[in-house]
Each structure stands twice: as C-alpha cells, then as structure tokens.
C-alpha cells in the first residue's frame, strides 16, 4: 500500500514539473530575443516560484522600452524630408507682360529693361480654313481677321510692310470673302434707325431673360420695360457703352463696332452705311452724342453711366 502512495506521489511531483517546464518553456518561446538584458538565466534559476514570472514580466518590460528606443531612432532612408521654408530672400520673378494689355495686332514683348511694351505681332499664323477669310472696309479679302490687325499696327508705326497711310485705320466689315451688297436704298437708311433702336432693345431684354446682364444692366432694362420714354434710350446706352472697350475712353472706334457690324453684314446690308453715317466728324470714333444722333433720339435723355454700369 504504502509502495502505491509513493508511485502516486512521484508521478505527482512529475506532472508538476513537466507543466512548471513548458511554461517557462511557452513564456521563452514568445520573448523577442535580446542584445542586452539585465536578467540572467542563474537570477531565473535562483527565483523562488512564485518570484519567476515577476522576473520574466520586469524582463519583458525592459525589452518593450528597448524595442521603443530603436523605433524612435531613424535612418537617413528611413528619415521623410521635412518641407523646405520659404527663403526670406528669394527674388521671385514677375513676367513683366503678365498685367500688360495690347491690343488687335499686338503682343507683348520684354525690352532691355525689363520692362513689357506692345509690338506689331511680327506673324501671323497660316489659315488654310476659307471661314477664316475676312473682308475689310477697303473691300478686300483677307486670310484672316490676324492680318488685318497686323496690317493696321504697321501703318500706325509707320513700320516696312504697311500698303499706305489709309491702312491705318483699315478694319473687319464682315466674315467671308467679298461679295457684292445690295445698295441701300434711301428709304431704306431712313428707316433703319427705328429697325436699329428695336434690335438694341430686344438684343438687351433676351440677355436680362437669360440673367445674362450685370445688376445695374438689369436694373436699367426693367427701366425701360415700364417706361416707354427710356426704353430705346437705355438700350442705345447699354450698347454704346457695352463697345467702348479697351481702352474705356468714352467713345467707340471703328474696330470696336466689330461686334456688332460683321455678324448683321449678311443680314442687314445698310448697317455698314448706317454706321458710317454716325461718325459725323469723321475721326474714326463715335461719341455717345453721336450714336444718340444716328439713332435719332433726344440728346437730353442721353447720360453717360458706363463707369457706374461696370461697377455693377
């Protein structure tokens, strides 16, 4: 009996041991392995059981901050650039035609100096396209509306290229070749300014429909909606001042007639006498005074408002 006692015993004290072994075992088996450690394997050895896995915890411990260490330092590879700070004194450079305008037949070039001014634009592109043609107020066909603009800034300048003195105010009359034009007849021309006063308003009415006008556009075309006495006036307004363009000098040169000449060439052949009519002195510009006059309506009624008009 007591033989059995101690075979139960041993194989107790066995069982113990192997299971106190493979957790030891188990715990070494996870732990990452180390360069540097501060607990040896004899302070393990020498640990009463229950002080073992205080031992392998603090151990533990101190590898996690080691691994925390190395994380924390980097390799020049490893390293992101930082993003490099504006220098304080970094010239940057302004393209000097940036805020520079020029007009039809010009482009901006740099002097010596630095400095951006407008030249005759020196080529022109070659159009092979017939719709690029155009015809001039001299009746001639064009290739293109570049060579026209060009041809004019050469005689301006008085520059090697220009045909004559009378070039020099050379504009589009319409898209196309040249063609023949009905003539305009006398009663025709005199009743064209009403046809013009009807076109300018109703031009001006479609675009408040569409929100296509600025606020104070807007504002005068519902003026003229509800007062009969302004309509045709507002409207002679707006255009004229809707075509002094750059620069805004109060008046409208031949070439910014443009916008409103070629498309109603194929339409209305007594627009381009009618316009004509207009510049009274013959300058080469209209006044508002004079687009007044051409369109037959009171000088009184007329006030120039295109700096108020495109502020709005």
Not at 32 to 53: H, S
Not at 193 to 199: A, Y
Request: hydrophobic residues 30%.
């Amino acid at each position: 009996m007591k033989s059995h006692l101690l075979l139960l015993a041993l194989v107790f004290c066995l069982l113990v041991s192997d299971a106190f072994a493979d957790k030891v075992r188990k715990h070494k088996k996870y732990r990452r392995v180390r360069t540097t450690t501060t607990t040896t394997t004899e302070a393990i050895q020498g640990a009463e059981d229950g002080d073992v896995f205080s031992v392998l915890a603090q151990d533990e411990e101190e590898e996690e901050k080691a691994q925390e260490n190395e994380d924390l330092k980097k390799t020049p590879e490893e390293e992101e650039e930082e993003p490099q700070q504006p220098d304080d004194n970094e010239v940057i450079a302004i393209d000097p035609c940036a805020e520079k305008h020029c007009g039809a037949g010009q482009v901006c070039e740099v002097n010596e100096q630095g400095e951006g001014h407008c030249v005759c634009i020196p080529d022109c592109p070659v159009e092979v396209d017939p719709r690029r043609k155009v015809c001039s107020n001299h009746n001639e066909t064009w290739g293109s509306d570049c060579e026209v603009y060009q041809m004019r800034c050469w005689c301006k300048h008085g520059m090697d290229g220009c045909r004559g003195d009378e070039y020099s105010h050379v504009h589009i009359e319409y898209y196309g070749e040249c063609r023949d034009m009905p003539e305009c007849t006398p009663d025709e021309m005199a009743d064209f300014p009403r046809r013009m006063r009807d076109w300018l308003f109703n031009i001006m009415r479609d675009l408040a429909d569409r929100r296509e006008l600025t606020p104070h556009y807007l504002e005068m075309e519902r003026e003229a909606e509800n007062n009969m006495t302004r309509r045709w006036t507002n409207a002679a307004i707006w255009k004229w001042c809707d075509l002094d363009g750059h620069p805004h000098d109060r008046s409208v040169s031949r070439h910014e007639l443009f916008p409103i000449r070629a498309p109603l060439m194929a339409l209305e052949h007594c627009i381009a006498p009618f316009l004509d009519s207009c510049d009274v002195n013959d300058d080469h510009t209209i006044s508002l005074v004079e687009w007044g006059k051409c369109l037959e309506l009171d000088q009184d009624d007329l006030d120039e408002r295109c700096d108020e008009l495109r502020e709005g």
